[in-house]
């Protein structure tokens, strides 16, 4: 009986979903003027949100030098998102092919395998547009999307989106906000976040329902990979590439940037829908709190 009901909220929020996506889609290829010229003056995200702010070596760049490092870095975040998205996919084919393609619930996982589609095309095509050279992640990341590849497990995909889609949610929605930005990093934010947030909703309730099944033993090895996951995302906001593009020493700017408030405090308010979250359903508790208090992802209050 409680299954039936549980079916029953699945269905309907899918079916939701479904509805509101047929009513705001994007097609970024056509969305977005690629052809307009790239203002190297313009940043692409607010500058005290930049990883070197406020520090000695972001005082010693000029302000186009210090723009262009803020384009590199959302560049680098879009090359991270391309990376995730890949692995979110891949994980939704599989939800899909265990599941019943008449439901609402796997018409939606499909759905937004477009959506993702259309997302990793669209940070590619801004990848080209501003010069960025590489739409890859570190080795160590890459390596990694493939180890989840072989572990498929449907439950910890959803989980890294909630943390990877929420996270991102509010670093765009500060660039949609800031209408001094760069325009074409505007609008990809301004996509992105409209069709993300569907996703959210698909998959906070599913973690929830799978959270409920699982045994204490299989939580507790699930705390510690999720804390592993959303750490190695977040390094590769800013890959060390970024750095060099500006002709800065990596491994300094690296170390620089890992020290700087700023950007500490950065990551604990983009992190922090994620972890409310996470800490209501008991995902994170006071066992696996001080993990994320050392990833840097969660603040001390
Ligand atoms: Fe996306
Ligand atoms: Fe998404």
Redesign the pocket.
């Known amino acids: 009986m409680r299954d039936t009901a549980r079916t029953k909220d699945r269905e309907q929020n899918a079916d939701r979903l479904l509805r509101a996506s047929a009513r705001h889609s994007y097609d970024p290829m056509t969305e977005i003027d690629w052809d307009a010229p790239v203002d190297p003056d313009h940043f692409a995200l607010p500058a005290h949100r930049v990883a070197l702010y406020g520090t000695p070596l972001w005082a010693g760049l000029t302000p186009q030098q210090q723009a262009r490092l803020s384009v590199h870095q959302f560049a680098a975040s879009a090359a991270a998102?391309i990376w995730f998205?890949l692995v979110?996919m891949e994980g939704l084919i599989r939800h899909v092919y265990d599941g019943d393609l008449t439901t609402r619930h796997a018409q939606y996982a499909l759905t937004e395998v477009a959506?993702?589609c259309r997302?990793?095309t669209m940070f590619a095509r801004y990848i080209t547009a501003t010069g960025y050279p590489s739409a890859r992640v570190s080795a160590r990341a890459q390596r990694r999307g493939k180890i989840h590849f072989l572990l498929n497990d449907t439950t910890m995909t959803f989980a890294g989106a909630i943390f990877v889609?929420e996270f991102?949610d509010a670093m765009q929605r500060e660039m949609i906000r800031d209408e001094a930005l760069q325009p074409l990093a505007r609008s990809v934010a301004r996509i992105?976040v409209v069709?993300?947030a569907r996703?959210i909703g698909y998959a906070k309730p599913e973690l929830e329902r799978r959270w409920a099944r699982m045994s204490p033993a299989r939580k507790a090895v699930f705390r510690r990979g999720l804390v592993v996951l959303a750490r190695l995302a977040v390094a590769e906001l800013v890959h060390p590439r970024v750095y060099a593009l500006s002709g800065l020493d990596a491994r300094e700017a690296r170390r620089a940037a890992a020290q700087n408030p700023h950007w500490q405090r950065t990551k604990v308010d983009w992190a922090r829908k994620a972890m409310a979250f996470f800490t209501e359903i008991g995902v994170i508790d006071e066992r696996t709190a001080p993990q994320w208090r050392r990833a840097g992802l969660l603040g001390a209050d």
């Open positions: 998102g998205e979110l959506d993702e997302h990793s889609e991102t992105h069709e993300e996703h």
